[in-house]
């Protein structure tokens, strides 16, 4: 019992020490889709202009964030920037 204890906390620590590098990995992807999405509502017309200004500084402010090694924050604001950006069409 002690044993089989043991391991399930042996694997929770190796899942926890790899959690913030799968953020990493993800923050590069997020913030490419939110620019490509921005750019698309930029180009529509009849959107809602300020929303898609909104996307667009939250796309970079996401990766300023991941630049400076806040991957959860960074994460977090590219997936409120791209909500932002598919508000835009009215």
Known sequence: MKRRLAGILAFA????????????????????????????MEKRKGGDMAKVAEAKAGCEEAWSLHQAG?????????????SAAGQSVK
């Open 13 to 40: 620590f190796v899942l926890g020490l790899n959690a913030p590098v799968v953020l990493a990995y993800h923050c590069p992807k997020l913030v490419n889709e939110c620019r490509a999405l921005a750019g698309k």
């Open 70 to 82: 806040k991957h959860k924050e960074s994460v977090i604001k590219a997936g409120e920037a791209i």
